[in-house]
């Protein structure tokens, strides 16, 4: 499995994208920009969402509503950080695949935190349309917290677990 997904890297790493990257000083930088802007916009969405679940901050709106009008931004945070996410990785794809830290970030926390959040949003769009958060809400809010702490300590440690 680890051969194949090698085999994969290796064809990655040499495409023109990939070289272009890791070949320029200001290329990689600029990449690493793309990925933090989609990342403070998807995590500050997400996050403005679990503590209006969680009953933190203002209540002029309901989980519902902030939920509905933070909707494009949440999903175009997302968009920007998975290429800015994929154009890094690209970059120097042998060297994240066998690291720990990566496989743990990509291959469990951040399908899981998207499957949660989609729920999360699901949940907040038809459930949550009053003044108070049910039982169910508050902890569906605080487990995406966790969710996204655990991706964010995750891709923090990636250098901590680099074998070249
Ligand atoms: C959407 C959820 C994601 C979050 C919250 C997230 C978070 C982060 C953070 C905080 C860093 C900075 C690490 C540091 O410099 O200390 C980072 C770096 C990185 N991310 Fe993400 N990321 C996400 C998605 C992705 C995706 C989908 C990919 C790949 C397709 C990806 C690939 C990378 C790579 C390659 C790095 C550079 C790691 C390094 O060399 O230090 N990320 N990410």
Known sequence: ????????????????????ISGSTWAYPFVQLTHFTGLSLWIGTNLSLDLRLLGVGSKRQTAGQLSEALFAWNWTGFCVAVLGGFMLFSSAATKYIPN?????KLGILV?????WHILVQWHARKREQGDTVSAFG?????V?????????????????YDTH
Not at 4 to 20: G, R, S, V, Y
């Open 144 to 160: 995406e917290l966790l969710l996204w702490l655990g991706v964010i300590t995750a891709a923090v440690s990636i250098p901590n």
């Open 1 to 20: 499995m680890l051969d194949f997904f090698m085999a994969i890297a290796k064809w990655l790493q040499n495409t023109w994208w990939a070289l272009d």
């Open 111 to 115: 399908p899981l935190g998207v499957l």
């Open 100 to 104: 720990s830290a990566f496989e743990i």
């Open 138 to 142: 508050k902890l569906a809010g605080f």
